[in-house]
């Protein structure tokens, strides 16, 4: 489920628990306790900010929704451990060598919660509710692409697409809804909002409105069934009451802060309690600059301002140092980035000469640089709640000051930040960040045709070579061919510096140490939860 | 008295009407939209989804058809179906947190009078002593700091550090399998923390309002013949001057008949209740409009009916007042 959220901003607090990963093994992962022998039972407590709107993941944007329906529901397919797409409820596929046609064959003898048997009906079903105008749903883009969809037995499904298109595979991730309880239904009606039926590992028990969701084992589930008994979801809209839950142990996982990290956390009983893990989140932080603006037309201010500006630094002073420097929009491990892009690094002479021969020579009395009687002074945008963002620009804005750029801030609220500075384009440079989502394809924040009104390339950043690129990266399913347009993407967004790119930071999780069998992988630690027990003797629920 | 009820009564109408023309006004004027809220910066939504959305909630249609289309709902009684992705009736969900938020807000409500009010008039009939200095300090003290600060530092002692007391929720994991005794005791534990937050923050008010209402009242001749006919000091305290300063608290009570109902925001997000603080914040964030609006309406209710109440019991049981209308 994670797949669906491909882009969307980091909000004020992320919580990086679920999509994270790592090329190289995740640092701190010396379990410290003997694995003993797998035992079913006991129950795993999470932690959630916001409580689940409606468990047809459908009908959900919010994040704690698809949390719990990720243990419901499967998809088509799934990424693994290793950002692998494999086979869910589909055993294997087929992708025609033009690329249109993906014949899916399902897995047979899967059950739903119910007891009813899961067959090409339900991607069926699935498929119309989503396209069907009548739905109010935000994924209905995700098909925009098929031409077709028909089932030739119970057990095949297949799709046939007006162009080749490489996302495709990846959004057949969705989860699939049982048609025998919802065909011929107002899905908008339907109880399963409330009481979902799925083909997942874990069965919805109890869900006490604005406390609690109680989920329970699953035992026929076509994996296995899995040994932790119970999966329990607290709502705790607070995460410093959530924190505090932890330590009393009150919940076994969550995502720890930096500074709760490497100083709250930094105690033997803390250490002999719980297991902390560290590897690069699915995010990263940017500065961008609004290129209408005259301001930034030119390419030598935009490498200028990178070159002035010491992301080490900010990492350091922002995440004590845990997350690495961004040079691109991937993750640094993954295929499709470029580990041989050009950094100039902080470099304030080079600043100083690429800001001259873009004709800023002149300092006034204050120390600004000034050109044709008008100083360099801008204003950096962020949102409200966001501490590391703030503290980002509070560093960045000294650091242009010392090569006489006069940097203002400006935290405003979420909504009022979207709808009257970035829509209406009225911004000379914001600090945000995006969430990644596994597949590359970047069309929608960096091709020139999605620079309109509600569009995300809202800094209006236009390459005809990026655009041709991207289009060729989309429409074919050679891993390698893909690879070369986006490392290429790469080295243009290193030149263009559309954005400062300043870091990628690290997923901090901390979990009870009575868990076993974790595998923390590139895609983080849940992929393999059915397989996560607690020994009998450590069992407390 | 009847018709000053009817008269009272019939006002009340256009009072909520315009109140509710305000709000739906305010509300829509804010900065971003249910819709945006849910969608946006999400790249995965194309404008039509948008669209599609718009129009399902009848967002597409000028505002004050918008305003007709809901009071004409509002005055049937139906709230109106919420903006959230669940679309439940926005009656369910408030029915669903006004439980807890009334029963936090009634314990905590008994527990401030019972103690502000000894308090004040120990403070009035100690004046300026040492005693009334170091009152005075500790209800100021409740009512600046912080809540959310003193509910972290009590989480922290009592929760981590003793393990005496649960650190959020109303009840423990494993709270089915408990004795009526034992679920009494553990909500009754989960309970302590928030209302002794909510109780020390409210001392302050109206141990202060009574303090110097009773002081008021002390300097009165009636009291002064109270003494003089050689009553004790104890009857003169709490049987003539306390009776006549404790009048003006009904009509404290009165307004507090809309705040039973509406939960502090950040209390109830620190020890994660989820009480009506919680709903009207999170509807505010999303923008949910028919969720904000009931809650409002509601709220506005009883702040009328509240003051009406409190009117007619002052009446009651001051008989200056009675007698005095005619």
Redesign the interface.
Known sequence: MMN??????VLAVCCPLVSCSTSEPPAQQQLKREPGTPARGD?F?LGSI??P??LIPL????SA?HDVSGYVFNGLVKYDRDLNLVGDLAESWVTSPDGLVITFSLRRGVKWHDGAEFTARDVLYTYRVTVD?AT???????F?QVKSVEAPDAYTVRVTYKQAFAPALASWGVAILPSHLLEGKDI?KSPL??KPVGTGPYVLKEWV????LVLEAFDDYFESAPFISRL?Y?????S??MY??M??G?IDMMGLSPVQFARQTDTQRFKSRFNKFRYPAFSYTYLGYNLRNPLFADKRVRQALTSAISKDEIIQGVLLGMGQVAKGPYKPGTWAWNPTVKDYGYNPERAAQLLAEAGWTKKNSEGILVRDGRPFRFTILTNQGNEQRLKAAQIIQQRLKAVGIDVRIRVIE???F???FIDKRNFEAVLLGWTLGQDPDI???WHSSKTGA?E?NFIGYRNKEVDRLIEEGRSTFDQEARKRCYWRIQEILAEDQPYTFLYVPDALPAVSARFRGIDPGPIGLMHNFIKWYVPKAEQV? | MVTYLLRRILTLVPLLIGITLITFTVIHL???APV???????????????E??RK?YGLDKPLHVQYVAWLGKLAKLDFGQSF????RPVLDKIK??IP?TLRLNIIALILEFALAIPIGVYAATHRDTLADKGITIFVFIGFAVPT?WLA?LL??LF??KL?WL??????S??YEKLSWWGQLWDQAKHLVMPIGVATFGSLAGLSRYMRSNMLEVIRQDYITTARAKGLSERVVIYRHALRNALLPVITLLGFSLPALIGGSVIFE????I??MG??FY?GVMA?DYPLVMGILVIGAFLTLVGNLVADVCYALADPRIRHGQK
């Open positions: 669906r959220l491909l882009f969307c901003l129950a407590i916001g409580e709107s409606n009908l959900s944007t919010d929704s105008p109010p749903t935000a994924y209905a883009e995700d925009k908008m909002s409330r409105a604005g406390q609690k329990i607290r709502i705790i809209p607070d410093s009451t505090m839950e330590k009393a009150g979420w909504a009022s979207i709808t009257n069309f929608d924040v509600k995300l629920y | 804010a900065p971003g945006e809220m849910q969608l946006d910066m999400n790249p995965k939504v194309s404008a039509e989804s948008r599609r959305l399902f959230a992705p669940d679309n669903e947190r807890v959310f972290l989480m922290y929760g981590v393990g649960p650190i959020s929720g109303l009840q994991l494993g997000t620190i020890f994660a989820p009480g919680q709903l999170q923008r």
